[in-house]
């Protein structure tokens, strides 16, 4: 049979063939110029050969130049440079595969197979589903769609957009099916967490007795799709089956087996399999990392972090994420930041993973700044990263900022999500921003969330703590499913506007309902108790927390029965509670009860609280005012000033009281003794006239020694007007 070429070229082809597979480009570089030298590039399967040189040598703008100057291009040239391009997964690369294509149907030269699975992969690259169809419509037009790998990146690109359903009729009729086109349709399913539908098209597999194609690539894919407790056992099973099959050998099965029982809560399995692995990479590594810290191990991940960069293995990104957020759920900042060097070492700190990860470490850890400077430094942020720089704000306390930073997000015309919307309405809660929050609250609707956990439970708190309880109610009862945080913010809402009794009442409901309060739960009951002077009914709920439930009371729980006992006059029973509690409560519950001993004219106890905060070395300015007030009605001009020297020399100082109100979508704040205000000198004459109407209807202010001079003078004197009556006069 004649040779399609001249014979003194085989040798030129076989050799370029051999630089080719072991990548010896400078070589090939020789052979290429012998060939334009020669003249032999007119020949188009020697030029053909010198693009798939440079294409898998990995010098693609060399591959593409040698392409254009090809004048007699065949479909072995373009399917050359095609399938280059798409194996490189970038999106630029794919687009040019796309170009390449467009220009490929100009020429009119035919595609086949080969083809179109390189466009298939551009295709899935971009997830462009239309392009995808079109060429798929092609292939299908030149009997091309049969071909097992053209079909199989066709599976792949309707897999990764999430079009399942069209999947599986492609799969379906598939005449060949090989191991991709197996694990690729398994993989689909497993990706929109349809695990059912996975395992039985593994069982299928398995019954079809196609053993050829159960290899560690369908393994691997069937054991991503057990995320869930609930599937561990199953997993355990293919676990066996993998084993009998041999391949546990095999490092990606290994780690999709450590990944599987992490997911699934079994840590102490994943550990095994863990410390069974002979060949440990970074993915082994980081898989059992980020398993200890998504279950809240944050130390043993860590510990491993540690032993994993003594044995010489480098982290990948996806390990540095794991272990940056184990920092961040332990508040561990000087092992963050040794992440963040660590990462800007290894050359991730600029992987958006990584970056995200710092941002929410730092903001969880209290680093707000720290938090910030790096969401500045990332041009385009994503709805991850807006909702962790975000949430970082609300949880340090600044709620204008992460309104602000909101703000910045919307007219970025970045997309909130449901994390989101719940930090920000938290933010609103948190400075009874009701105008704000009912804004937020038409956001939710035009993105179209739904009332589901944790949109409902912040809304339904967002207008409790506003005072809107009726609206409050009105989403908490419209919400399809709610949890304890859901309660709480509903009971809580009720007690904090003065409806107790409701308060109560709903902590039935939600026993009857099944949902098993919590410690919160127990202190907003406790605080409803205090407000409506409850003090037996306080005691019967004290006493539940650990005998139905379990749960041993903290602080809060201590301070809530010292606040019912001390509203309820009952200050000696207060103070042998506080000297009984088994809880290292510090300072709280002392200055609860010196508040309640001056409130109660008890001024013998309050002195014996006050000193009690004194020997702690309390940093509060006002339990140092109202001792000093407590010994001046006793006349213990001595005291007064030990305490009065005492408060100097620790260096306390009395903060000013800050009030604000919002009136037309504006926030006015007053700080007492406030002359900034524009309005200062109507709202004072405001409050002039509502003292006179006051005093005229017979009212007189309630006297209290410890504070004469302040007192006496008090409605005379507008210097010393508080923040409150500012606040209410401005809004009048």
Not at 562 to 569: E, K
Request: net charge negative; hydrophobic share 40%; proline share 3%.
């Amino acid at each position: 049979m004649p040779l399609p070429f001249p014979p003194q070229q085989v040798q030129v082809l076989r050799t370029l063939l051999h630089c080719t597979v072991n990548k010896e480009l400078s070589r090939g570089r020789v052979l290429h110029a012998r060939i334009l030298r020669d003249g032999s590039f007119s020949f188009t399967h020697l030029a053909n050969a010198v693009i798939n040189l440079y294409a898998k040598c990995g010098h693609l703008a060399e591959a593409n130049l040698v392409f254009d100057n090809i004048v007699h291009k065949d479909v072995v040239s373009w399917n050359c440079l095609i399938n280059a391009f798409s194996q490189q997964q970038a999106h630029s690369s794919s687009s040019h595969v796309m170009r390449l294509f467009h220009r490929m149907m100009a020429c009119t030269t035919v595609p086949n197979a080969h083809t179109f699975a390189g466009v298939f992969t551009a295709a899935s690259n971009l997830a462009d589903v239309s392009a995808g169809r079109l060429a798929h419509a092609l292939a299908v037009k030149t009997a091309c769609s049969e071909d097992v790998f053209a079909a199989s990146s066709l599976l792949n690109l309707y897999c990764k957009t999430g079009l399942v359903a069209e999947a599986r009729e492609l799969f379906d009729e598939m005449p060949v099916r090989n191991a991709v086109s197996w694990a690729t349709m398994i993989s689909g399913y497993a990706s929109k967490e349809f695990v059912y539908e996975a395992f039985e098209l593994f069982e299928l597999l398995r019954r079809e007795k196609e053993g050829d194609n159960e290899n560690e690539f369908v393994f691997t894919s069937v054991l991503s799709a057990l995320t869930c407790h609930v599937f561990v056992d199953t997993g355990r099973q293919v676990h066996s089956l993998a084993v009998k099959n041999g391949l546990v050998c095999f490092v990606s099965v290994g780690n999709a087996l450590v990944t599987m029982y992490a997911k699934c809560g079994s840590l102490e399995d994943a550990l095994k399999t863990f410390e069974l692995s002979g060949n440990k990479n970074s993915i082994t590594w980081s898989a059992m990392v980020t398993g200890f810290a998504q279950s809240g191990d944050a130390d043993k991940a860590l510990k491993l972090f540690y032993n994993m960069h003594h044995s010489g293995v480098l982290p990948s990104e996806y390990t540095l994420v794991g272990v940056i957020n184990a920092c961040s759920d332990v508040c561990a900042t000087v092992e963050g930041r040794q992440m963040h060097g660590y990462s800007l070492k290894l050359g991730y700190e600029l992987q958006l993973y990584v970056l995200s990860a710092l941002v929410d470490m730092y903001a969880k850890c209290g680093s707000i700044g720290d938090a910030r400077k790096g969401f500045e430094y990332i041009q385009q942020p994503d709805v991850v990263l807006w909702t962790s720089i975000i949430t970082g704000y609300v949880q340090n306390g600044d709620y204008e900022g992460a309104l602000n930073l909101y703000g910045k997000m919307q007219m970025g015309r970045v997309i909130p999500n449901d994390l989101t919307m719940a930090s920000v309405l938290k933010a609103c809660s948190n400075l009874a921003a009701l105008d704000q929050g009912k804004q937020m609250h038409a956001g939710i609707i035009k993105y179209g969330f739904s009332l589901e956990i944790p949109i409902g439970s912040a809304l339904s708190a967002m207008y409790a703590k506003c005072g809107s309880l009726d609206d409050g109610c009105r989403i908490f009862w419209r919400m399809p499913s709610r949890d304890v945080i859901s309660w709480n913010a509903m009971i809580s809402g009720l007690s904090q506007n003065g409806r107790g009794i409701e308060a109560l009442k709903l902590f039935e409901e939600m026993c009857s309902e099944g949902t098993k309060p919590d410690s919160v739960t127990f202190v907003n009951l406790l605080s409803a108790c205090s407000h409506m002077g409850l003090v037996d009914r306080g005691w019967v709920y004290f006493k539940m927390m650990f005998d139905e439930f379990n749960i041993a009371p903290t602080v809060e729980h201590y301070a809530c029965m010292v606040d019912i006992l001390s509203r309820a006059g009952q200050l000696n029973e207060a103070k042998e509670f506080i000297e009984s509690a088994t809880v290292d409560h510090c300072l709280c519950l002392w200055r609860i009860l010196l508040g309640a001993c001056k409130n109660h004219r008890n001024y013998d106890l309050g002195a014996y609280a006050g000193e009690k905060l004194m020997e702690l070395g309390s940093p509060e300015s006002s339990a140092y005012v109202l001792l000093s007030s407590i010994y001046t009605a006793l006349g213990k001009w001595e005291d007064v000033e030990r305490v009065r020297g005492m408060m100097k020399t620790r260096g306390v100082t009395k903060e000013p009281g800050c009030s604000w109100i919002e009136l037309k979508s504006l926030t006015h704040v007053f700080v007492v003794g406030d002359n900034m205000h524009p309005q200062i000198d109507e709202i004072r004459l405001a409050l002039k006239l509502l003292t006179k109407v006051m005093k005229d209807e017979g009212y007189q202010p309630l006297l209290d020694p410890l504070l004469p001079e302040i007192i006496s003078n008090g409605l005379k004197d507008q210097e010393v007007s508080d923040e409150i009556q500012l606040r209410v006069c401005g809004g009048l």
